[in-house]
């Protein structure tokens, strides 16, 4: 299929053009109607009224001298030529023209005019340069014609009968095509400028450059869609950035188990041990990487597939506080080391009808955080309470305050707020995502809050799901 060429301001020109042009066309075609159905019309009608009411005086009488004079007498002072003839082969004598190709009184036309009827003539006449409309009349006494009439009027032309009103409507033209070019320039300023620009930009964007805007001018249907565009601009921006950062943050937690993994083999490789202790922590440090990677390659399949809505969840009833309980034993020597002392606020009667797996997901990771980031002798709270139809948990501790952005930026794929990534807190960067994807899926909420003491607070929401309620 062969694509056009014109591009939309073309056609939006061209439309413009082809509607001043039929415009034009009807404007011609009208006045042309006015005078051939209503000019011409109207002389018709006049003709012949004038020649029934010109022969009408006559019947019954005799066709003289005085008032064939009187004939001609009117003739001067009308509009219309009239011609009286005793017989009818005078009157191609009176008018020896042509109508048409014709002579004024044809065979036929004269076996008509002796039977006393009436006969309409119209054609071009050379010698006139114009049309001419007329009529003959036989003039009878009551039993034989004893003359006949012929009333005739040259027809105007079209700029002759509309004279007066062609300047007007050559003015009005002129002034229409005036409007017509600052209409096509304020629509070449407003819609097609616009465009070009968003143009433009779309092929700056498919470039992968997402830095710049469009200026808004008018808040219209372009103006919208130029808001729509920035938006998506700075969206891909944001999203250009995230995946730099994340590459980024890939490498490095990749690089440094990789790192301490060939370190220590070529070590073991070239026996550069002291002691057979000294080859056994080699051995145990290469297996702490070895485990770092399987948990960071774990993370990244959990976190791809909730994202991707391909998590399966295989619910099951659950004693929340059981499993909260169970969970918090898995950080008590972490806990001890610290001197971090955890307390408890648990509805242990709580069940819920859930996938246990990602509810201690989401336990471990909260946990985990909150004893890796807290003050050493501090305190970690633990709440878990039913709210109405839902169940929130809260881990709250003392760290490091929270910015604005950090705050907004938690749950981001390898975000810390440790940026030197301090080997000794560890981490992925992972738990947080899982845990809010997690809670998206459930359709639960997640919120972090922090003041400039310290005191960061993480709260889980998710509905309530009962068995007899499932059912």
């Not at 003050?375 to 490091?400: C, M, P, W």
């Amino acid at each position: 299929m062969k694509k056009s060429k014109l591009n939309f301001s073309r056609k939006i020109v061209l439309l413009l053009v082809g509607s001043v042009a039929l415009s034009l066309v009807f404007s011609f075609v009208f006045l042309y109607f006015l005078y051939k159905d209503l000019y011409l019309n109207t002389v018709r009608e006049s003709v012949e009224y004038q020649g029934q009411r010109t022969a009408a005086h006559y019947h019954y009488g005799e066709l003289s001298e005085e008032i064939i004079e009187k004939i001609h007498w009117y003739n001067v002072v009308s509009e219309y030529e009239v011609i009286v003839v005793d017989e009818l082969d005078e009157l191609n004598n009176s008018f020896p023209y042509l109508i048409g190709k014709e002579n004024l009184v044809t065979e036929e036309d004269e076996t008509l005019l002796l039977q006393g009827e009436s006969i309409m003539k119209e054609g071009y006449v050379e010698n006139f340069r114009r049309e001419v409309i007329g009529a003959i009349y036989p003039i009878n006494d009551g039993d034989n014609v004893i003359g006949f009439i012929y009333i005739y009027v040259p027809l105007a032309g079209l700029s002759q009968v509309f004279g007066s009103s062609i300047p007007l409507l050559f003015g009005i033209g002129i002034l229409f095509f005036l409007g017509v070019a600052y209409l096509i320039r304020r629509i070449q300023k407003t819609l097609f400028q616009p465009l070009v620009s968003i143009q433009d930009m779309s092929k700056e964007v498919s470039k992968g450059n997402y830095k710049n805007r469009l200026a808004i001018r008018q808040m219209d249907e372009i103006g919208q869609m130029a808001t729509a565009f920035n938006e998506m601009s700075e969206a891909l921006e944001y999203q250009e950035e995230r995946k730099r950062e994340f590459l980024s943050n890939v490498v490095h937690e990749l690089r440094t188990p990789l790192t301490y993994i060939n370190g220590y083999t070529e070590a073991l490789k070239n026996e550069l041990y002291a002691s057979p202790q000294e080859e056994k922590q080699y051995l145990e440090t290469i297996e702490q990487e070895v485990g770092r990677l399987k948990k960071l390659l774990s993370d990244l399949v959990d976190l791809n597939h909730l994202q991707d809505d391909l998590f399966h969840f295989d619910n099951e009833p659950i004693a929340l506080g059981g499993l909260l309980y169970e969970t918090a034993e898995l950080f008590k020597i972490l806990a001890a080391k610290k001197e971090i002392k955890m307390e408890f606020d648990v509805d242990e009667e709580l069940i819920i009808l859930n996938d246990a797996k990602r509810i201690q997901q989401i336990f471990y990771n909260l946990m985990d955080n909150a004893v890796k980031y807290s003050h050493d002798k501090s305190i970690v709270y633990l709440r878990l309470q039913a709210v109405e139809d839902h169940f929130v948990f809260e881990v709250t501790n003392n760290g490091h305050a929270l910015s604005k952005e950090e705050k907004d930026r938690m749950g981001e794929r390898f975000f810390r707020t440790d940026r030197a990534r301090n080997r000794g807190t560890g981490g992925t960067g992972l738990g947080l995502s899982i845990v809010k994807e997690i809670v998206r899926i459930q359709n639960g909420t997640f919120t972090v809050t922090s003041n400039e003491s310290g005191e960061i607070n993480v709260a889980v929401e998710l509905p309530v799901q009962t068995e007899e309620h499932s059912e």
